[in-house]
């Protein structure tokens, strides 16, 4: 570490003392009522917090959208629903507009899935602004850690803090992170978590067991630890989506547009023709302004309209592993600061496992994006320099890719140069399309794309947005202790394989897995697990119950198998195996619930094992040729 970088840092020290009291404490820009409370809110808090609260069938969500006709058309249409759409829709209905979304696969079936589970505001964004004197690079991470503090009080069963250490093997190390660190809880201001510290490397070994205390030819100095947010990312999007439609949103998932509906005398779009992938029936809806949120397919969107347009979005992988719980200790991440190639890995405990990632490399776009084994090998690599114990490729229990939606820019040599802003455009009248941006900041990304669509339709909403202050479905009167409840009022009632039903204890595993999961709508759960004879596990070794599938189904619009395996639960991204070993239960309450039969069971198996070859765990995957072997 060089002493020009310890002047560069003391630079932007004095640079971010001197703006963030303006960046952080901004007075909003909407009436303090409209963001904290009045009886709009309080109305939507108490229709989303009733304890009774039921989503609307999926057959009604889409009468209202096949009813949104051309003379009585909606106000917003969304084409998405990953975070951002999703955001979009749950922004608009709470606005007093009329809203319509659909998604052609399944709520966050794409990158919203597959994020590295981090609530952040980028601290190697904030490096980036104070090394460049970057002040539009420094106001993404204001912002990002505004909305970091906001997505956790929102979603308390699904978000928590999460320590992150830094190893440090020269005193350089500990004082240049130690100061960058303090200066990203500088940043942070009134939305800060906790403050960063310092531990000495033998504290740091009783809090990190694994942790090497020996690096190349130097030994652990200490490491500085500071905070940032963890979540269970697509849990949250289907959160947001049930959220929405509790609003007034009609969301339906498995509905692919398949073309955009333009006014032949001005040219306009107004609404979409959209086939129902269950059941192959295909329908006009009419809206004022369609808003294209498709993550990383929206160029395909934008080419309904031209197919000659320019491309918009630079894909970018991002590839993460899985690994067993021992590799990291319970409430403790890493942060490897640099890699051979000059990226952050990190490695954080996450629903019982390990989660490791991730790459940033170009990629093409493709509905089910598979991890490359050199990236597989790259992170298990990155993690190994750091760690005590010998890292094996046999143990990743899962490997996933992800596809960034990045706004492209012409001139980036590569895409860790480019910003990880979003945009709102409107290049087709009635069209606007959001991209780019990240998990964190989805809600203030969906209140500038609602913006962008009044200004567009000339809509009348009947209140400002109102999202930053609106706990989602599952949020209200949930309390990090709630699971107690549930172990102490509910049993597991079990059928065995003879056919008879026994009762288990609802042991603090499984009543952990489901306050957290469900938030208070886990005694739903419980009920359906102890009056229904659905009590037992899915998967050994997993807290997963068979009662979910058929509260999901119930309650969380779930229509197939692998919208259970990895979106409602997330065994298929904890561990593959263990996915595979539970499909056929989870398909046969599937098919009690939507009253499937035999050939469309057969059918959901074989699509769920073809999705979970994509996942490459060790028993799935050819690595021969690893060093990791």
């Known amino acids: 570490m060089s002493l020009s970088s310890f002047r560069r840092l003391a630079v932007g020290a004095a640079v971010i003392a001197a703006v963030s009291g303006g960046a952080v404490y901004l007075s909003p820009s909407v009436a303090s009522s409209d963001r904290g409370g009045g009886p709009i809110l309080d109305s939507l808090r108490r229709r989303i917090g009733d304890p009774n609260a039921s989503v609307p069938s999926r057959s009604a969500q889409e009468s209202v959208l096949i009813g949104a006709s051309a003379s009585?058309?909606?106000?917003?249409?969304?084409?998405?629903?990953?975070?951002?759409?999703?955001?979009?829709?749950?922004?608009?209905?709470?606005?007093?507009?009329?809203?319509?979304?659909?998604?052609?696969?399944?709520?966050?079936?794409?990158?919203?899935?597959?994020?590295?589970?981090?609530?952040?505001?980028?601290?190697?964004?904030?490096?980036?602004?104070?090394?460049?004197l970057d002040y539009g690079q420094l106001k993404l991470v204001f912002h990002a850690l505004e909305e970091r503090k906001q997505l956790i009080e929102?979603?308390?069963?699904?978000?928590?803090?999460?320590?992150?250490?830094?190893?440090?093997?020269?005193?350089?190390?500990?004082?240049?992170?130690?100061?960058?660190?303090k200066m990203y809880d500088l940043v942070a201001g009134p939305r800060l978590l906790h403050l960063s510290r310092y531990y000495s490397a033998q504290e740091s070994a009783e809090l990190f067991p694994t942790l090497a205390r020996k690096g190349k030819d130097k030994s652990l100095r200490g490491t500085v630890v500071y905070y940032d947010g963890q979540m269970n990312d697509s849990r949250l999007n289907v959160g947001l989506a049930c959220t929405a439609a509790l609003a007034g949103a009609a969301v339906l998932n498995h509905a692919e547009v398949v073309s955009l509906i333009t006014?032949?005398?001005?040219?306009?779009?107004?609404?979409?023709?959209?086939?129902?992938?269950?059941?192959?029936?295909?329908?006009?809806?009419?809206?004022?302004?369609?808003?294209?949120?498709?993550?990383?397919?929206?160029?395909?969107?934008?080419?309904?309209?031209?197919?000659?347009t320019k491309p918009m979005i630079c894909p970018s992988s991002g590839v993460h592993i899985v690994l067993p719980d021992y590799y990291s200790p319970e409430?403790?991440?890493?942060?490897?600061?640099?890699?051979?190639?000059?990226?952050?890995?990190?490695?954080?405990?996450?629903?019982?496992?390990?989660?490791?990632?991730t790459t940033d490399s170009n990629t093409s776009i493709t509905p089910l994006p598979e991890p490359h084994e050199d990236e597989i090998q790259f992170i298990l690599d990155a993690i190994s320099d750091y760690l005590n114990i010998k890292v094996r490729r046999t143990d990743v229990l899962s490997a996933w890719s992800g596809i960034?939606?990045?706004?492209?820019?012409?001139?980036?040599?590569?895409?860790?140069?480019?910003?990880?802003?979003?945009?709102?455009?409107?290049?087709?009248?009635?069209?606007?399309?959001?991209?780019?941006?990240?998990?964190?900041?989805?809600?203030?990304?969906?209140?500038?794309?609602?913006?962008?669509?009044?200004?567009?339709g000339k809509l009348s909403p009947t209140n400002e947005c109102v999202t930053q202050k609106l706990q989602i479905l599952g949020s209200h009167g949930w309390e990090p202790s709630s699971f107690t409840a549930l172990a102490q009022q509910y049993v597991r009632?079990?059928?065995?394989?003879?056919?008879?039903?026994?009762?288990?204890?609802?042991?603090?595993?499984?009543?952990?897995?489901?306050?957290h999961a469900y938030g208070s709508m886990a005694d739903r759960v419980a009920t359906i697990a102890q009056e229904e004879g659905l009590g037992k596990r899915l998967a050994h070794g997993h807290p997963f119950l068979?009662?979910?599938?058929?509260?999901?189904?119930?309650?969380?619009?779930?229509?197939?198998?692998?919208?259970?395996?990895?979106?409602?639960?997330?065994?298929?991204?904890?561990?593959?195996?263990a996915a595979a070993r539970a499909l056929q239960r989870v398909v046969e309450i599937l098919a009690s619930e939507h009253k499937w039969d035999k050939s469309r069971e057969k059918q959901e198996l074989q699509k769920a094992k073809e999705f979970l070859q994509t996942f490459k765990s060790s028993k799935n995957a050819q690595f021969h040729d690893g060093k990791h072997n």
Not at 162 to 180: A, I, N
Request: with cysteine; proline share 4%; hydrophobic share 40%.
């Open 154 to 181: 929102n979603a308390p069963h699904l978000c928590h803090a999460l320590p992150c250490m830094t190893p440090c093997f020269d005193w350089f190390e500990v004082v240049y992170f130690w100061m960058g660190l």
């Open 546 to 577: 068979e009662a979910e599938v058929a509260y999901c189904a119930r309650h969380e619009y779930c229509e197939s198998a692998v919208d259970f395996i990895a979106r409602r639960c997330r065994i298929a991204f904890l561990d593959t195996d």
């Open 404 to 456: 960034r939606p990045l706004a492209m820019d012409p001139t980036a040599k590569s895409t860790e140069s480019i910003s990880r802003d979003h945009v709102v455009f409107e290049e087709n009248p009635g069209l606007v399309t959001i991209t780019g941006g990240k998990w964190t900041t989805y809600r203030s990304m969906a209140e500038d794309a609602v913006d962008a669509a009044i200004k567009s």
């Open 263 to 308: 006014d032949d005398a001005t040219k306009r779009i107004i609404g979409a023709r959209v086939r129902n992938n269950l059941t192959g029936k295909e329908f006009d809806s009419y809206a004022k302004v369609v808003v294209n949120a498709a993550g990383p397919f929206c160029d395909s969107i934008r080419k309904m309209v031209d197919e000659d």
């Open 493 to 515: 009632m079990k059928k065995t394989y003879g056919g008879k039903v026994v009762p288990g204890a609802m042991d603090t595993a499984a009543a952990k897995h489901l306050s």
């Open 72 to 132: 009585n058309p909606l106000d917003v249409l969304v084409i998405g629903g990953g975070a951002t759409g999703s955001g979009v829709a749950l922004d608009a209905a709470t606005r007093g507009l009329r809203v319509g979304l659909v998604e052609r696969e399944d709520f966050s079936s794409g990158t919203s899935s597959r994020s590295t589970k981090l609530i952040h505001g980028g601290v190697r964004y904030l490096e980036k602004a104070v090394f460049n």
């Open 331 to 357: 409430g403790m991440g890493l942060i490897v600061p640099k890699t051979k190639d000059g990226r952050v890995v990190f490695m954080l405990p996450w629903l019982g496992r390990t989660v490791a990632g």
